[in-house]
């Protein structure tokens, strides 16, 4: 869009560009179709875009990608954008906040990229809800103030380099591709934009509690001037601290790097150094009727695809949504895919309900003492499941979570309304042992109706 066509949109909408809110309005043509570009748009990719004010951005990809989804807090922007676009039948246009948006659905119509000319006001808080692991977003371009950017690529020892440096980085591998001068805008920001590239970090970090890693990111740099060691737990050692990431006693939040703060928040994790399962362990090896033939070790069990028991349960909320777990990497089966809220191998000689408890404890860190779990139905073995007899439960949960990073990388809270299409269309997302479980439970729902 030119810079009369922005000015005539904003009139005729009666949008006086606010300052508090960052509206500045991109009107270079050129500059917009480049940014387009970077995000590589693909006929098939579902591109979320925040902020899109008057369409300069959108107009250059809706005719690229399968799906777009525009969100855009100023209402009477978003009325515009209903019209500009309405006989684009793949294009969605949101009135909201994109620090509060719910990216939930989004999982359903992978692959999903982001394209945002980010507020100045806000650009933290929307990155955050977009892009903060587990994110359906695979690729975001996005355009910030150059020093907000500055601050995500700042390097240890650094003024510039603080929470939201280590917050990005762990996740994100980042690259800033342009400089966007003030003469671009209407009206005319004091300072420059940079527009950068994001994708899943391709680090080999080690696996870590990210919840424990944010709170202590977060006491480091709160007097970043301190030594460190004045704003860690007294739940470890800070000697032995110090000297397990190669560091002195006296060393400043700002002098660690990546890796050594993910080293740090291993040694506060006394969870960390167990493994996600032993080969080991004892199963009950049963026959076709569910009859114990045997014991075997979890090892020789997988490998020969021996029959044996196991157990999942879907916990849901007050508002009806269903926890996911994403299991961790360190998994032998199904690692880095969705499942249900905890699921688990009965040991030798343990009982189905038992088996549970035990895994919602171990899994989730919640007492699953008076936990009322209520049997939903059965699956038989088969390859899906990897030849398990499995017992699903349903039980009423909405309190806190304590997870294990070796166990479990993420959870999310999902309505089954966002859950239902997402395994439809992206059976692949999830464990085999929970699709079957999902299906048995839609089908016990529809039978009930």
Not at 34 to 39: G, S, Y
Not at 118 to 147: C, D
Request: net charge negative; hydrophobic share 35%.
């Amino acid at each position: 869009m030119t810079l009369p066509e922005v000015k005539a949109v904003l009139d005729r909408m009666g949008v006086t560009p606010a300052r508090k809110l960052g509206q500045n309005f991109l009107h270079d043509a050129n500059v917009a179709r480049w940014i387009v570009d970077q995000l590589d748009p693909q006929p098939d990719d579902c591109v979320v875009e925040v902020g899109p004010g008057t369409g300069a951005l959108s107009e250059h990809l809706v005719d690229r990608v399968r799906k777009l989804v525009l969100v855009e807090f100023d209402r009477r922007l978003a009325e515009y954008l209903q019209e500009r676009f309405a006989d684009y039948d793949h294009v969605e246009v949101h009135s909201a906040d994109g620090a509060q948006f719910d990216i939930r659905p989004l999982w359903a119509e992978s692959p999903v990229k982001m394209l945002g000319n980010l507020p100045y006001s806000a650009g933290g808080a929307i990155m955050r809800n977009f892009l903060k692991q587990p994110t359906p977003i695979t690729r975001a371009v996005i355009m910030l103030q150059k020093e907000v950017i500055d601050r995500i690529m700042a390097k240890p020892r650094t003024k510039e380099y603080g929470v939201l440096s280590l917050r990005m980085q762990s996740e994100w591998d980042s690259q800033p591709v342009k400089t966007v001068p003030p003469e671009c805008f209407h009206p005319r920001p004091i300072i420059d934009s940079t527009v950068m590239v994001c994708e899943p970090t391709r680090q080999e970090l080690p696996v870590y509690d990210k919840r424990l890693f944010d709170e202590l990111v977060r006491r480091g740099f709160a007097q970043r001037r301190k030594m460190l060691r004045k704003a860690m737990p007294d739940t470890a050692e800070w000697p032995e601290v110090a000297r397990e990431i190669g560091v002195g006693e006296m060393v400043r939040a700002e002098e660690l790097t990546l890796r050594q703060w993910t080293e740090l928040t291993r040694c506060y994790d006394e969870t960390s150094g167990e493994p996600a399962q032993r080969d080991e362990e004892l199963f009950d090896v049963v026959d076709e009727g569910n009859k114990v033939i045997g014991q075997a070790s979890r090892q020789e069990v997988h490998a020969k695809g021996l029959k044996h028991r196991a157990v999942h349960v879907f916990l849901v909320n007050g508002k009806g949504e269903i926890l996911l777990q994403k299991r961790s990497r360190l998994k032998d089966r199904d690692a880095g895919k969705w499942g249900s809220s905890s699921a688990g191998h009965l040991d030798s000689g343990e009982d189905y309900e038992p088996s549970a408890r035990r895994e919602i404890e171990e899994e989730l860190g919640i007492d699953a003492s008076d936990f009322t779990l209520k049997p939903a139905g059965e699956v038989p073995p088969s390859e899906e499941n990897g030849w398990e007899f499995v017992r699903l439960y349903v039980a009423v949960f909405s309190g806190a979570l304590r997870t294990r990073a070796n166990e479990v990388e993420g959870t999310m809270w999902i309505h089954p309304e966002a859950l239902t299409p997402w395994v439809e269309r992206r059976p692949e997302d999830f464990s085999g042992g929970f699709r079957q479980c999902w299906r048995l439970l839609k089908q016990r729902e529809a039978g009930d109706s």
